[in-house]
């Protein structure tokens, strides 16, 4: 690995949304991320591995079979790795409480924070009325969003050559727009109301790739958010705290870090 990610050790890390077999997978930094940070419970949070997109256009690259071996090779050192499945990957639905390779599937999980605190742990994609009720219309605004994260990808890549860190286009987009705002709130809601009936103090989601953590109605809403846009986790450290994290502007900060040591060594010397 290379040594300029430290490794850092957490009692819990979620992702979702990683969506392997599609281009658009930030497949590199999630392995950067996988190979940098460890636990003792890791959960995939539905969208593992993109179904949908793979029957139109197969696509596999080396970093997505790393990505499988990496979680495979933590399952096995003793990492507890349970998987939850979305809407991309709804085949894994039919294996509902099976294990392979020491992965556990589950339609939803229960994890007890440090504290005490109940944590339900689900996808979010029983809450999306275009999934429920019009499956065609969801496909066509996959396919609409992968022509926009192709666009994404461009933009960074001139951002790269002008010195500037990842930043997500898409998802500022997003946040542009009133629908998109109405959408996420009605989400938000549906889901935090979910864990409210389920006695949970907290709710732990993905799929719509909005990393966050607010409080909604006495819930502590979490949204890990993805790896096609804003590269994010939710980990729990040894207290229980639960916090977001931006690889992004991680990696960014520890070669920073490192570079900023290097020039103090080489002024010294």
């Known amino acids: 690995m290379d040594k300029q990610f430290p490794i850092k050790t957490y009692r819990s890390i979620w992702i979702s949304d990683l969506h392997l077999g599609t281009e658009g997978n930030k497949s590199e930094m999630l392995l950067e991320f996988l190979k940098s940070n460890e636990s003792k419970y890791l959960y995939l949070v539905g969208d593992i591995i993109d179904a949908w997109r793979m029957k139109k256009k197969m696509y596999w690259h080396q970093d997505h079979n790393d990505i499988v071996q990496k979680i495979l090779?933590?399952?096995?050192?003793?990492?507890?790795?349970?998987?939850?499945?979305?809407?991309?990957?709804?085949?894994?639905?039919?294996?509902?409480?099976?294990?392979?390779?020491?992965?556990?599937?589950?339609?939803?999980?229960?994890?007890?924070?440090?504290?005490?605190?109940?944590?339900?742990?689900?996808?979010?994609?029983?809450?999306?009325?275009?999934?429920?009720?019009?499956?065609?219309?969801?496909?066509?605004?996959?396919?609409?969003?992968?022509?926009?994260?192709k666009v994404n990808d461009l933009f960074n890549f001139c951002r790269r050559k002008l010195g500037f860190s990842y930043w997500s286009l898409s998802q500022y987009l997003k946040g542009q727009t009133k629908y998109a705002i109405n959408f996420i709130g009605n989400f938000e809601f549906a889901v935090s109301d979910s864990a409210k009936r389920a006695n949970a103090d907290v709710v732990i989601c993905g799929h719509i790739h909005r990393p966050e953590i607010k409080k909604i109605d006495n819930i502590l809403y979490c949204n890990d958010g993805d790896w096609v846009e804003s590269c994010t986790a939710l980990v729990e450290d040894e207290f229980g705290n639960l916090t977001l994290i931006d690889w992004g502007v991680e990696r960014e900060k520890i070669k920073n870090r490192k570079l900023n040591s290097e020039n103090l060594t080489n002024t010294a010397a």
């Open 73 to 149: 090779r933590k399952a096995r050192k003793g990492t507890k790795v349970t998987l939850i499945p979305g809407n991309h990957d709804e085949l894994l639905k039919k294996f509902t409480d099976f294990s392979f390779g020491k992965i556990s599937i589950k339609k939803r999980g229960i994890h007890q924070l440090v504290d005490g605190r109940k944590a339900l742990i689900l996808h979010g994609d029983e809450f999306d009325a275009i999934i429920l009720n019009a499956k065609w219309l969801a496909k066509i605004g996959s396919a609409l969003y992968e022509f926009i994260l």
